[in-house]
């Protein structure tokens, strides 16, 4: 998988900063007042810059590149700015402008005592995701002149293969004799190293677990077969959750039609895996249940062409569940989280489920499709009726990229958030508020259940174009057992945006795996 880059923590050591050879980047606080006792070839290059145009344009969050500086060996200097008064947001924004222009070769960053250092480096690592496994070039270098970010035309990172290490604190660099790599690197120089450290390995592990989800999203589906994703998160078993694999047999005895037929005209076989975090007590868990469509043609009832290509995302449900249970099995989370991704593929064949077909799901409810592209929560709704039985969880948690709708309700910055549960709503938009992941909750309602009931069965699987979202959602609490604490989370618009965000590039943006992250850090860990 694709990892964030080496950041490791450092002493100040201002003699170091004129002779180092990769990119040298200062956060000041304010535009009048350069950092410590800098360098003179470092002040004065900064001075010149900040009274530029571009320099008095710069806002908390911003940055101003200078190329290949006058009389230091960097090939860039970086200006961050950020008051002591920034928030988070700002702070990871100000981050991922470095990570942003990453590049590779060693980039040291002085931050000094900025309360703000860790959210810096967690910025900057998140931004600085670079997805290029296919690409058979390097991307060309670039060397623009001096600029402000948020000008800066949008480049990924760049850093092919780069290792994250636990954050660690280290020796000030011997800069001028430190080889330049191809790998991306970050030193942060700060005033307390080891305690910065200490905070950031749990950042690493999120950070992770967003680059997990990042990579399962922008996967092709000829290579993110069902089996292929299944063996991903078999793998993690080395980082100490417990994993099982149900195949079809399995799924038939247990019921799961609902599940099977919409894969039965895909040769990748359809499956279940199930993802087991025992970090708390003997309490129950919190169940998080993934949508995994790995391709979506809509089946019989086939997609237009146009656009089809980015249905590989429809697995984003189960990428972000994946990613979290990653995250949390990496900070070693004292809490109990199971996972369940229900792996299909919908594809148009002689096998395939059709409009008029009636199927009985594991709940034992019967369904009439009338439309084979409402797919997704005929998986969901077999997966969240065993999670229920299996695991009794205290709290229950879908994603899906479910609707068209709810991109024209929300467009691309907010996901949708239904729940039947108003304490767990609210842990839900609270979590996504501080960790600056758009949610807006969308409402539930009887007059909007009768929208899917159906002549011949007990429902039908789309209730048409009005309320699209709201629809696919009263489907869902269709099969959520009285009492249940549960939400549903449709990520359509925010899985894969058309742009970049603040800390992705281009391309899948790994929302939820912080929300959810943040979520049982807060409301379902041991003290």
């Known amino acids: 998988m694709t990892q964030p880059v080496e950041i490791n923590f450092t002493e100040v050591a201002l003699d170091k900063l004129a002779d180092h050879k990769g990119r040298v980047a200062l956060i000041m606080t304010d535009a009048s007042k350069l950092p410590g006792k800098l360098p003179r070839v470092i002040r004065d290059a900064a001075t010149r810059a900040l009274a530029s145009k571009a320099g008095r344009a710069l806002k908390s969050g911003q940055a101003l590149e200078l190329a290949f500086p006058a009389g230091m060996a960097a090939d860039a200097l970086i200006l961050v700015m950020l008051p002591n008064s920034a928030t988070q947001a700002e702070a990871r924004r100000a981050g991922a402008a470095l990570g942003a222009k990453l590049g590779t070769g060693h980039t040291l960053v002085l931050a000094g005592s900025h309360k703000q250092a860790g959210q810096i480096a967690f910025g900057l690592a998140l931004r600085g995701y670079d997805f290029s496994v296919y690409k058979t070039k390097p991307a060309t270098p670039d060397a623009a002149p001096a600029q402000a970010e948020g000008l800066i035309p949008e480049q990924q990172a760049g850093q092919d293969d780069a290792v994250l290490g636990d954050a660690q604190a280290t020796e000030a660099p011997d800069s001028a004799d430190a080889p330049i790599g191809d790998k991306a690197r970050v030193t942060v120089m700060v005033k307390d190293p080891e305690a910065l450290a200490k905070s ?36 993690m078993q080395e980082i100490g959750l417990e994993v099982e694999v149900l195949d079809e047999d399995q799924l038939a005895k247990l019921g799961m039609r609902a599940l099977l037929a919409v894969g039965q005209g895909s040769e990748s076989p359809s499956k279940v895996v199930v993802m087991r975090w025992n970090g708390g007590g003997d309490e129950a868990p919190l169940a998080l249940v993934g949508k995994g469509v790995v391709f979506d043609t809509g089946g019989i009832s086939i997609k237009p062409g146009a656009g089809m290509e980015e249905m590989t995302m429809d697995m984003g449900g189960a990428g972000v569940v994946a990613g979290t249970m990653r995250a949390l099995a990496l900070r070693r989370a004292k809490a109990n989280v199971v996972g369940l991704v229900g792996l299909v593929e919908n594809m148009p064949d002689g096998r395939a489920y059709r409009p008029g077909d009636i199927l009985k799901s594991m709940k034992g409810d019967t369904i009439e499709v009338v439309n084979t592209d409402a797919e997704g929560r005929l998986v969901l709704a077999d997966v969240l009726w065993y999670a229920q039985e299996t695991y009794r969880p205290r709290a229950m948690i879908d994603l899906a990229t479910l609707t068209g709708a709810v991109i024209i309700a929300l467009g691309h ?11 767990l709503a609210g842990q839900i938009l609270s979590a996504a508020k501080s960790e600056g992941e758009g949610a807006w909750r969308l409402p539930l309602g009887a007059a909007y259940d009768g929208l899917i009931n159906c002549r ?7 209730g048409g174009r009005a309320a699209g979202s709201i629809t696919a959602a009263q489907f869902l609490q269709r099969f959520v057992k009285e009492g249940q604490p549960w939400a549903h989370i449709d990520i359509a618009g925010v899985a894969l945006p058309p742009g970049g965000t603040d800390l992705a590039p281009k391309g899948a943006s790994g929302w939820g795996v912080m929300t959810l992250d943040r979520l049982v850090r807060d409301g379902f860990e041991d003290a």
């Not at 910055?413 to 304490?423: E, K, P």
């Not at 011949?456 to 789309?462: R, T």
């Open 456 to 462: 011949l069965a007990d429902m039908k699987n789309s």
């Open 413 to 423: 910055d907010n996901a949708g958030v239904f729940s039947n549960d108003d304490m």
């Open 200 to 235: 950031a390995q749990d950042a690493a592990a999120v950070a992770e677990g967003v680059f997990f989800t990042r990579d399962l999203v922008n996967e092709p589906a000829n290579v993110l077969t069902t089996t292929d994703f299944a063996d991903r998160l078999l793998a």
